[in-house]
């Protein structure tokens, strides 16, 4: 004892046995030892060597090979080393590591770690200092020698540190767990890390793989670092004494937000809810544990909740990154939840009341009041007096007083529509103001002022007032519908509310505004259906779509002389299509009926009488004889022009942003044009303005148009190309050397047309080129084949022939009753089609297609029984310009006949040399040229077109060979006959001038459109002038 020389004894029974002494012997022959010592202590030896000398110690220490997978040995070594044999808790996993080595050796004893009981034995950590463990890195193995229970709690860490991750650098960790279990929580750690990767905020090396360990309740984790302290954090809740495994892990990314902040008032908030929940008394569920982590990194929230309240936390996140005052202010947040009103309704009245009033005084966003919805809650934040002022407020709004007592009572309108005094009532009713707000939670009292309700209900509102108090729980008992088949308005709300509905009702209804009457308007002058258009567009506007729809102001009173009339032509655009003018009319009697309102109809009936006092424009309509144009053709050439020239004006008008002139103007300017066929006569309806320039046009185009007449002359002329050889001998007057007297003499061939012309197509004088002609006729050079004159329309066509129209065969058809060949029509002869086109300089433009066609004795095979005459065709396509009375000739067109002939006396001729002089040849080359040659007089419209008609008929009939007796026959002719000219060969000393001049008896015959003259209606004529000098000079020019 202190203080004593007394020694102190221990009271338990292991203190006493360790405080005496023993003394010890071994005997090696035995294997035993010799124990001397009090009882106590010898006691305490046996228990000693029974447990030493147990079975598991038989073999105390022993080696073993552990080969990794994945794992680097020098790695696990170093873990092994520091933290289980050394026992250094300096890293993070030092401690879950050594308390997992101390379940695993419990676990080696037999013992249950997961047991409450053996919770201190499972967690408390011994260092296996005589454990050695080396690495062998060249085979990646791990050597370890020590005691077998040793070795097995090495090898069990080995496998759980032995992980595929371990590879990329990932630390595995042990975390034994005390109350949850380790495959939940692995289960639940899964499941988040899953949904962090479906939300894409995942790293590759922040995968996690967690085995749980049921033997020892331990959970293997392997990750990164970062990742490590997510896991931590949510192990501090879901490992705790209370955790409640009802409701699930979440999450929730909160992208762009500040998570830190976003949890701490979650947590507030739902810790708040439940709070009250449970204080009003609700039944306390384990559905509303809730906890919150935040991954500032990755911007998630990681919520331990049920799926109700996971949707309610939703709801709140955005509720409160709308209303950026919640999070940037300071203070305490609280979610207060209501009974009656809406959180909108009760959150803008707070905010009016309290919440503007303290930001204005003590800064922006000191107080905060938002909106939840889904829980008709407010989210408030504030100091601790804002939230109780605020909940005082709460608890004064949300609560109304129910009217047990409602009226419903119908008034039916007698002017007004229901549908609109609906709409209008519950717009006054509902108590919105210019701001949108409706001041929920107070009352308002209503007051309706007219002027004559005192005399509309008498005594009952005195004063012409009616008055009564309105509030969000009145509102709702408010109900209006109308009633649209008897235009009534069906009310239902406290009896003070119906007074003031009926007294706006009987006011409106009372108004005699906008009323409507209908009016008649005969016109005399106007068109019905145009002034009906005229009003429309009149009191009509349309802008980018929308109606608007002109009125009268109203009635104004001149200040300076009220009794004088009120003016009501001013008008103003409303977009109210009920409002706009009804028009229709009655095109029977010319009448336009109005509909409208007595200011409207004024005016219309002042527009009215302005324009229908307006006579219309008068048109007078007219016949004209036409005398040489064709009333059809005319009326076609009238109308487009008159047609042109209105678009033309219109267009003009209308382009330069004005209007394209009123309809009398239109009227005015309008020309209808009728041709009659039969009759050849015009109608033409026009007004008397424009009429004698409508007269003036018809004259000019009914003028009498030039005509030409065309002499043609189709002529062949025969070049000669003659080579004679050999002698032609006549003895006496016999003929047995050749057909012919025989002379002695040859022949050289004949000069060439265009010798003789000098050109093929050449132009002169008509004289010169007669004379020429007639020169080459005499020498047997020319050929006349057709000598047509015809007179011509200008630019009218002309067709002359003289031939045949022939058949021959067309197409063939087999059938299985035969084979039928159509015959074709083709005209064969002398055809000339011409058009001349008159020139203001005195030219005329011909369009020339002559054709000379003739049928052959040759045929072609068409087909196997039918054959087809081959026909000759010479023809010339072209056009010319001639001076008036000038001669052109066109040629060309030549044809080549080769001709050779021998004469000789019968056997001497044929002898070798001898027979030279008995024997004689001939070649002959003619080639025939044919000749077009026309001389085109014009001939002007009027008086000189009869005068040249009446000199083409005598000389005609002057030509014949009785001329007398044809005078005889149709009559004398009007002016000097000329005498018949005599024979041609009696003429001696004169030129020669061939004039073709056809006489046409009968109406020319039409076929396929061109002017046809037969050769049988064709009297020739011709004035003959030689003189014996050029006749003299054209012989010796041919010899």
Same mark, same amino acid.
């Given at each position: 004892?202190?203080?004593? %020389?007394?020694?102190?004894?221990?009271p338990t029974a292991t203190g006493q046995a360790l405080a005496g002494e023993i003394a010890v012997s071994v005997d090696d022959r035995t294997n035993a030892l010799l124990v001397a010592g009090r009882e106590e202590a010898v006691a305490l030896v046996e228990v000693l060597i029974r447990d030493l000398d147990a079975d598991t110690v038989g073999n105390w220490v022993e080696p073993a090979l552990l080969p990794l997978e994945h794992a680097d040995a020098r790695t696990i070594a170093d873990i092994i080393n520091r933290v289980v044999i050394q026992g250094t808790r300096t890293t993070p996993e030092a401690d879950g590591l050594q308390r997992q080595v101390a379940r695993l050796r419990v676990l080696a004893s037999g013992g249950d770690p997961t047991d409450p009981a053996a919770r201190i034995e499972s967690d408390l950590f011994v260092p296996l200092a005589s454990l050695v463990v080396e690495a062998e890195p060249e085979t990646n193995t791990l050597i370890v020698v020590g005691t077998p229970a040793n070795i097995e709690v090495v090898r069990e860490l080995v496998s759980s540190l032995d992980v595929e991750l371990a590879s990329a650098g990932n630390v595995v960790r042990f975390f034994p767990l005390r109350f949850a279990a380790a495959d939940r929580v692995g289960s639940v750690l899964n499941d988040v890390f899953s949904q962090r990767e479906a939300a894409g905020v995942l790293?590759?090396?922040?995968?996690?793989?967690?085995?749980?360990?049921?033997?020892?309740?331990?959970?293997?984790?392997?990750?990164?670092?970062?990742?490590?302290?997510?896991? $931590?954090?949510?192990?501090?809740?879901?490992?705790?004494?209370?955790?409640?495994? %009802?409701?699930?892990?979440?999450?929730?990314?909160?992208?762009?937000?500040?998570?830190?902040?976003?949890? =701490?008032?979650?947590?507030?908030?739902?810790?708040?809810?439940?709070?009250?929940?449970?204080?009003? #008394?609700?039944?306390?569920?384990?559905?509303?544990?809730?906890?919150?982590?935040?991954?500032?990194?990755?911007?998630?929230?990681?919520?331990?909740?049920?799926?109700?309240?996971?949707?309610?936390?939703?709801?709140?996140?955005?509720?409160?990154?709308?209303?950026?005052?919640?999070?940037?202010?300071?203070?305490?947040?609280? &979610?207060?939840?209501?009974?009656?009103?809406?959180?909108?309704?009760?959150?803008?009245?707070?905010?009016?009341?309290?919440?503007?009033? $303290?930001?204005?005084?003590?800064?922006?966003?000191?107080?905060?009041?938002?909106?939840?919805?889904?829980?008709?809650?407010?989210?408030?934040?504030?100091?601790?007096?804002?939230?109780?002022?605020?909940?005082? *407020?709460?608890? =004064?709004?949300?609560?109304?007083?129910?009217?047990?007592?409602?009226?419903?009572?119908?008034?039916?309108?007698?002017?007004?529509?229901?549908?609109?005094?609906?709409?209008?009532?519950?717009?006054?009713?509902?108590?919105?103001? &210019?701001?949108?707000?409706?001041?929920?939670?107070?009352?308002?009292?209503?007051?309706?002022?007219?002027?004559?309700?005192?005399?509309?209900? #008498?005594?009952?509102?005195?004063?012409?007032?009616?008055?009564?108090?309105?509030?969000?729980?009145?509102?709702?008992?408010?109900?209006?519908?109308?009633?649209?088949?008897?235009?009534?308005?069906?009310?239902?709300?406290?009896?003070?509310?119906?007074?003031?509905?009926?007294?706006?009702?009987?006011?409106? !209804?009372?108004?005699?505004?906008?009323?409507?009457?209908?009016?008649?308007?005969? *016109?005399?002058?106007?068109?019905?259906?145009?002034?009906?258009?005229?009003?429309? !567009?009149?009191?009509?506007?349309?802008?980018?779509?929308?109606?608007?729809?002109?009125?009268?102001?109203?009635?104004?009173?001149?200040?300076?002389?009220?009794? +004088?009339?009120?003016?009501?032509?001013?008008?103003?655009?409303?977009?109210?299509?009920?409002? $706009?003018?009804?028009?229709?009319? @009655?095109?029977?009697?010319?009448?336009? *009926?109005?509909?409208?309102?007595?200011?409207?109809?004024?005016?219309?009936?002042?527009?009215?009488? @302005?324009?229908?006092?307006?006579?219309?424009?008068?048109?007078?309509?007219?016949?004209?004889?036409?005398?040489?144009?064709?009333?059809?053709?005319?009326?076609?050439?009238?109308?487009?022009?008159?047609?042109?020239?209105? %678009?033309?004006?219109?267009?003009?008008?209308?382009?330069?942003?004005?209007?394209?002139?009123?309809?009398?103007?239109?009227?005015?300017?309008?020309?209808?044009?009728?041709? @009659?066929?039969?009759?050849?006569?015009?109608?033409?309806?026009?007004?008397?303005?424009?009429?004698?320039?409508?007269?003036?046009?018809?004259?000019?185009?009914?003028?009498?148009?030039?005509?030409? $007449?065309?002499?043609?002359?189709?002529?062949?002329?025969?070049?000669?190309?003659?080579?004679?050889?050999?002698?032609?001998?006549?003895?006496?007057?016999?003929?047995?050397?050749?057909?012919?007297?025989?002379?002695? #003499?040859?022949?050289?061939?004949?000069?060439? &047309?265009?010798?003789?012309?000098?050109?093929?197509?050449?132009?002169?004088?008509?004289?010169?080129?007669?004379?020429?002609? =007639?020169?080459?006729?005499?020498?047997?050079?020319?050929?006349?084949?057709?000598?047509?004159?015809?007179?011509?329309?200008?630019?009218?066509?002309?067709?002359?022939?003289?031939?045949?129209?022939?058949?021959?065969?067309?197409?063939?058809?087999?059938?299985?009753?035969?084979?039928?060949?159509?015959?074709?029509?083709?005209?064969?002869?002398?055809? &000339?089609?011409?058009?001349?086109?008159?020139?203001?300089?005195?030219?005329?433009?011909?369009?020339?297609?002559?054709?000379?066609?003739?049928?052959?004795?040759?045929?072609?095979?068409?087909?196997?029984?039918?054959?087809?005459?081959?026909?000759?065709?010479?023809?010339?396509?072209?056009?010319?310009?001639?001076?008036?009375?000038?001669?052109?000739?066109?040629?060309?067109?030549?044809?080549?006949?080769?001709?050779?002939?021998?004469?000789?006396?019968?056997?001497?001729?044929?002898?070798?040399?001898?027979?030279?002089?008995?024997?004689?040849?001939?070649?002959?080359?003619?080639?025939?040229?044919?000749?077009?040659?026309?001389?085109?007089?014009?001939?002007? #419209?009027?008086?000189?077109?009869?005068?040249?008609? =009446? /000199?083409?008929?005598?000389?005609?009939?002057?030509? *014949? +060979? !009785?001329?007398?007796?044809?005078?005889?026959?149709?009559?004398?002719?009007?002016?000097?006959?000329?005498?018949?000219?005599?024979?041609?060969?009696?003429?001696?000393?004169?030129?020669?001038?061939?004039?073709?001049?056809?006489?046409?008896?009968?109406?020319?015959?039409?076929?396929?459109?061109?002017?046809?003259?037969?050769?049988?209606?064709?009297?020739?004529?011709?004035? /003959?002038?030689?003189?014996?000098?050029?006749?003299?000079?054209?012989?010796?020019?041919?010899?």
């Open positions: 004892m202190p203080g004593t %020389t007394r020694r102190g004894l221990p790293r590759p090396e922040d995968r996690l793989i967690a085995a749980p360990d049921a033997r020892t309740n331990t959970l293997i984790v392997s990750t990164s670092a970062r990742s490590f302290e997510i896991i $931590e954090s949510l192990l501090t809740s879901l490992d705790a004494e209370n955790s409640n495994f %009802t409701v699930g892990l979440h999450v929730l990314p909160v992208p762009g937000a500040d998570v830190s902040a976003l949890a =701490r008032n979650l947590q507030q908030l739902m810790t708040e809810r439940i709070e009250s929940t449970r204080r009003t #008394g609700g039944i306390d569920s384990p559905m509303d544990t809730f906890s919150v982590l935040a991954d500032p990194a990755n911007s998630l929230l990681i919520l331990a909740c049920s799926e109700e309240n996971l949707q309610l936390v939703k709801d709140l996140v955005s509720t409160i990154q709308d209303d950026a005052g919640l999070i940037s202010s300071g203070g305490r947040m609280e &979610l207060i939840e209501l009974q009656h009103a809406r959180a909108e309704e009760i959150a803008g009245s707070i905010r009016e009341v309290y919440v503007n009033r $303290e930001n204005e005084r003590r800064g922006q966003n000191t107080v905060s009041v938002t909106a939840e919805t889904r829980l008709n809650a407010l989210i408030v934040r504030g100091g601790d007096a804002d939230i109780d002022a605020i909940r005082e *407020l709460v608890a =004064r709004f949300d609560k109304g007083e129910v009217l047990s007592v409602q009226d419903v009572r119908r008034f039916e309108l007698t002017s007004a529509n229901a549908l609109e005094v609906v709409r209008l009532l519950e717009g006054v009713l509902a108590g919105r103001g &210019l701001a949108g707000s409706t001041g929920q939670g107070r009352a308002t009292r209503l007051r309706y002022l007219r002027q004559e309700v005192t005399d509309a209900l #008498g005594n009952r509102v005195p004063g012409g007032l009616t008055e009564a108090e309105v509030d969000d729980f009145i509102r709702e008992q408010v109900r209006l519908t109308a009633d649209l088949r008897t235009n009534s308005v069906l009310v239902s709300a406290p009896t003070s509310i119906v007074d003031l509905i009926e007294s706006i009702l009987l006011d409106l !209804d009372g108004s005699t505004a906008g009323s409507r009457e209908i009016e008649t308007f005969r *016109l005399v002058n106007a068109d019905a259906r145009a002034m009906a258009e005229v009003l429309r !567009d009149l009191f009509n506007l349309r802008l980018q779509g929308d109606t608007l729809v002109l009125i009268p102001t109203g009635q104004r009173e001149d200040p300076e002389d009220p009794q +004088s009339p009120r003016s009501s032509s001013s008008v103003t655009a409303v977009p109210d299509e009920r409002q $706009e003018l009804s028009i229709t009319i @009655d095109a029977r009697t010319n009448t336009l *009926l109005v509909s409208g309102t007595e200011e409207y109809l004024e005016l219309v009936r002042k527009v009215v009488m @302005d324009l229908d006092v307006i006579e219309a424009n008068e048109r007078e309509q007219f016949v004209f004889h036409l005398k040489n144009a064709k009333a059809k053709e005319l009326e076609t050439t009238l109308q487009s022009y008159f047609d042109t020239e209105a %678009t033309t004006i219109q267009a003009a008008l209308g382009g330069a942003g004005g209007v394209a002139g009123s309809v009398s103007r239109q009227l005015e300017q309008e020309v209808t044009v009728v041709g @009659d066929e039969k009759s050849n006569k015009l109608l033409i309806s026009a007004s008397p303005r424009y009429l004698s320039q409508v007269e003036q046009i018809v004259t000019e185009l009914d003028a009498a148009p030039p005509q030409v $007449e065309i002499q043609v002359l189709l002529a062949e002329v025969t070049l000669d190309d003659e080579d004679t050889w050999g002698a032609d001998i006549t003895v006496g007057g016999m003929s047995g050397l050749g057909p012919d007297a025989y002379q002695l #003499g040859s022949f050289a061939a004949g000069g060439a &047309l265009s010798s003789a012309l000098g050109a093929a197509n050449l132009s002169v004088s008509s004289v010169d080129f007669e004379l020429m002609v =007639r020169a080459l006729e005499v020498q047997g050079k020319l050929e006349v084949l057709s000598r047509p004159s015809v007179t011509v329309k200008n630019n009218e066509a002309a067709r002359m022939q003289v031939g045949e129209n022939i058949g021959v065969p067309g197409d063939t058809t087999s059938t299985n009753s035969g084979v039928t060949t159509g015959v074709t029509y083709q005209d064969v002869g002398i055809i &000339l089609e011409v058009t001349p086109t008159i020139n203001k300089d005195g030219f005329v433009q011909l369009d020339i297609k002559p054709e000379i066609s003739a049928l052959t004795s040759r045929t072609t095979q068409v087909s196997e029984n039918v054959q087809a005459p081959i026909i000759t065709r010479r023809s010339v396509d072209t056009t010319v310009s001639v001076m008036n009375g000038q001669t052109v000739v066109i040629g060309g067109l030549i044809q080549t006949t080769k001709e050779s002939r021998e004469w000789k006396v019968p056997f001497v001729g044929d002898i070798p040399i001898l027979g030279l002089p008995f024997r004689s040849s001939k070649e002959s080359n003619v080639k025939t040229e044919l000749l077009v040659i026309l001389t085109p007089h014009i001939i002007p #419209g009027g008086q000189p077109a009869v005068e040249r008609y =009446r /000199t083409l008929t005598d000389k005609a009939i002057n030509g *014949l +060979s !009785d001329p007398q007796r044809v005078i005889d026959e149709v009559g004398p002719v009007d002016g000097n006959r000329q005498e018949a000219p005599p024979p041609l060969d009696e003429q001696s000393d004169a030129s020669v001038d061939f004039l073709s001049a056809p006489r046409i008896r009968a109406t020319p015959a039409t076929v396929e459109g061109n002017t046809r003259i037969e050769a049988s209606e064709i009297d020739w004529t011709a004035v /003959t002038r030689i003189q014996a000098k050029q006749a003299d000079k054209a012989e010796e020019g041919r010899k």
